[in-house]
Structures are given as C-alpha cells and as structure tokens.
C-alpha cells in the first residue's frame, strides 16, 4: 500500500512559479512510475508529466501544454516527487494529482493516488 501527499500549491500570478511536492510513503518507491496529472473544473482529469520507474531509466515525459515550462523530478532516498511550474498561465489553473504506479515488475501495477493539490493562476 502506498499513501500520497500532495504539497506546495497556491496563488500565483502569470508568470510566476510554483514547486508542488508528493511524498510517498511504503518501501520499493523507485520501483513506481510517478506522475503529476491536473483537473480543471468542467474538464477531465488530464497527464502532464510522467517519469518512469527504475525499470524505466527514470525517463521524464511531458504533455505539450508544459513542455518547457515544467520539470518533474524524483527523490528516491525522500520517496519524494517533484513538479517544478515555471511561466504559469491561467490556463495551468486546476487541481494537480499525483500518482504511484507500479511496482514495474508486476503484471498489472496497482494504482495509487494522493488527494491534490489546488494551483490558481490569475491577477
């Protein structure tokens, strides 16, 4: 069983940056594909970044919307991922979710996520 904390939204305004973090708790966390997915009010929960497990060669990948603008990023000694928002617009607006997948080994990986973690940008 694998629990998820989502940290590090709030209001910002365009432009600006945010860092959001998602602690993991349980053991093997390298062994897990993690992710930060977003839901914006009225749209359906969306990928915007993904990096893979140790099986994976901890590969980072992005949706087009943040590529360049986002970094995710992993700590495997803090069982800790990170979403570094930089240029953020009003339209990153949404509740950020973070997501365990795995372990990699397995047939069919269980599914965890954490409960958000709202980020508003506007003026």
């Known amino acids: 069983q694998v629990q998820l904390v989502e940290s590090g939204g709030g209001l910002v305004q365009p432009g600006g940056s945010l860092r959001l973090s998602c602690a993991a708790s349980g053991s093997a966390f390298s062994s897990y594909k993690m992710s930060w997915y977003r839901q914006a009010p009225g749209k359906e929960r969306e990928l915007v970044a993904a990096?893979?497990?140790?099986?994976?060669?901890?590969?980072?990948t992005y949706a087009d919307a943040v590529k360049g603008r986002f970094t995710i990023s992993r700590d495997n000694a803090k069982n800790t991922v990170y979403l570094e928002m930089n240029s953020l617009k009003p339209e990153d607006t949404a509740v950020y979710f973070c997501?365990?997948?795995?372990?990699?080994?397995?047939?069919?990986?269980?599914?965890?996520w954490g409960q958000g973690t709202q980020v508003t940008v506007s003026s």
């Open positions: 997501n365990a997948r795995g372990p990699f080994w397995l047939a069919v990986p269980n599914d965890y």
């Open positions: 990096i893979r497990s140790a099986g994976g060669g901890f590969i980072p």
